[in-house]
């Protein structure tokens, strides 16, 4: 709980609104994704209905200081440590009546599998409140030690079609969802089933979603491209910052 203080919430939530505003013409807009939701049902806020991007560092100089905060980082490192690299940025925003299946059961271990072990963790960073109707996280308890799990193309018509577990539906019953309040932080390992919530209130709802690594997590593919991997964040228990 309260993982960032009401002012740097707010910071985040500036930078994010500016992000939203990206023009059509910048060179990483490929990073950035829209969801297909009529234009009169969209937030002012959120005018082109983004609903997720990676490589947040390309788009604002804090989303890559975010990665060093000691609240986020020292927790990642006494869960999966010792001696984090970072992996990957990205974001998910529930935009005013987001399906709750747009975005279903998958492990985030799908994009990056095979790797030399499962020490892979992700963090949600909420930059608004959350409930099970307004998009908070779901996630299915134990389930990391299930292994990697088949995935598939979603087959609904409005979805991410980004890849979702098979057999999605048998999970919903085993399905767990916090409330939040802008400022915490949900941690849990790349290989938990877990799920973007919907969104039935008028206003979208942001998450930052930051993932990272052991220092001996090395990808065996070449799945990821992020353009943040590998940099060391934490040594011998400490944020690493080098020139002080």
């Not at 577990?165 to 048998?170: F, M, P, T, W």
């Amino acid at each position: 709980r309260s993982a960032l203080t009401p002012s740097e919430v707010q910071t985040y939530r500036e930078a994010m609104g500016r992000l939203f505003q990206t023009p059509e013409d910048h060179p990483y807009i490929s990073r950035l994704y829209c969801a297909d939701i009529p234009e009169a049902e969209r937030d002012p806020f959120n005018p082109r209905a983004i609903w997720n991007g990676f490589d947040l560092p390309l788009f604002d100089d804090l989303f890559y200081e975010i990665i060093f905060h000691p609240k986020i980082a020292l927790t990642m490192d006494a869960l999966i440590g010792p001696d984090l690299n970072f992996y990957e940025t990205c974001f998910v925003t529930k935009p005013p009546r987001f399906p709750g299946h747009f975005r279903d059961w998958h492990q985030d271990s799908d994009y990056f599998d095979p790797q030399t072990n499962d020490r892979n963790a992700a963090v949600i960073v909420y930059l608004d409140d959350m409930d099970a109707l307004s998009g908070a996280t779901s996630v299915v308890p134990g389930s990391h030690k299930l292994g990697a799990l088949p995935h598939i193309t979603p087959h609904e018509s409005v979805s991410s079609k980004h890849n979702e577990v098979a057999d999605k539906r048998k999970y919903d019953a085993e399905g767990v969802t916090f409330d939040f309040k802008a400022g915490d932080a949900l941690f849990f390992l790349a290989r938990v089933i877990h799920k973007a919530g919907g969104n039935t209130t008028d206003t979208s709802r942001t998450g930052l979603i930051y993932n990272y690594t052991r220092k001996d997590t090395l990808d065996l593919g070449q799945k990821n491209k992020s353009m943040a991997n590998s940099i060391p964040v934490t040594r011998n228990g400490k944020i690493y910052r080098p020139y002080g």
